[in-house]
């Protein structure tokens, strides 16, 4: 049986269990235990601080684990990158009171940075010649500057919000981050087995994100016009009607150009539009 560690809390947590449910894997989330065996597949999640995480794969405590790449990164543990999840992104950033005039990362020469990623910050600094002091603190690293503990941050931004109602501004993106499924060097060959059935699952549901499946009557006469217009998978599926003139078209759209394409449909004479949303792909 399979074991992953998943952080215990927040928005990684979120989308984790989602990603699961997804993928039809029933893991019982509510009573946040520190050991839960899904019911119906043979993993068994591992509820851990994102901290703990990686150390907690490279030793074989897990043999999986869903963590953030800002966390994977920092740590430096003796693991593999099995997948991006595409999910829980944010990026590791320098930022400066907002009052401060930012003439280029030379400015951090001989300040005081403070942070929760030093082993990240430091490489970096040490990558472009910079000499900081660098101050670990854990949590809340956005009040430093105000209360005169440091000159500057580094730290996590998602929305930028929090930089915002601190007077502060991102000046230097460093790192993008986002959700790793991690996994331990030395699985047995039964637990990859049961990895890549659990991996064929999540790219199913990778697959289906942001698409439609739409169903239409097209005229015969405008037909190769429509599916010119289609940037379906492959080539659209045409049925016959009782109709001579008329047949009915099936493709998948992406979401991002929907609104654009249904429009040229109907331009086209295209009818009856049908759209539906598609829970699982598999190409």
Excluded at 241 to 269: M, P
Aim: aromatic share 6%; with cysteine.
């Amino acid at each position: 049986m399979l074991r992953i560690a998943v952080q215990s809390k927040g928005r990684l947590f979120e989308d984790t269990i989602n990603l699961l449910t997804e993928a039809d894997i029933k893991v019982s989330a509510t009573k946040r235990t520190l050991l839960v065996q899904a019911s119906n597949f043979p993993l068994e999640v591992l509820y851990l601080r994102d901290d703990d995480i990686p150390q907690c794969v490279a030793s074989g405590v897990a043999d999986l684990g869903v963590v953030g790449e800002n966390e994977f990164v920092e740590r430096g543990e003796d693991a593999d990158v099995i997948a991006r999840l595409g999910f829980s992104k944010c990026r590791l950033s320098l930022a400066i009171p907002k009052e401060i005039d930012y003439p280029g990362l030379e400015w951090f020469n001989g300040k005081k940075i403070a942070t929760s990623y030093p082993n990240i910050l430091r490489q970096f600094m040490q990558k472009n010649g910079i000499q900081t002091d660098i101050h670990v603190i854990n949590g809340s690293v956005e009040i430093s500057p105000g209360i005169g503990l440091a000159n500057g941050i580094f730290d996590i931004v998602s929305s930028g919000s929090t930089l915002v109602s601190n007077n502060l501004r991102e000046v230097e993106v460093v790192m993008q981050s986002e959700a790793l499924l991690i996994g331990n060097k030395d699985m047995d060959e039964e637990k990859k087995k049961t990895l890549q059935e659990m991996l064929f699952r999540f790219e199913a549901v990778r697959n289906a994100e942001d698409k439609k499946y739409v169903r239409m009557n097209a005229p015969k006469a405008k037909l190769q016009e429509i599916v010119d217009v289609l940037p379906g998978l492959k080539s659209p599926t045409i049925i016959p009607l009782a109709d001579e003139d008329w047949c009915s078209v099936h493709t998948v759209l992406d979401q991002k150009r929907f609104w654009e394409i249904i429009g040229k449909l109907k331009e086209l004479g295209a009818q009856g539009i049908l759209v539906t949303p598609i829970e699982k792909m598999i190409l």
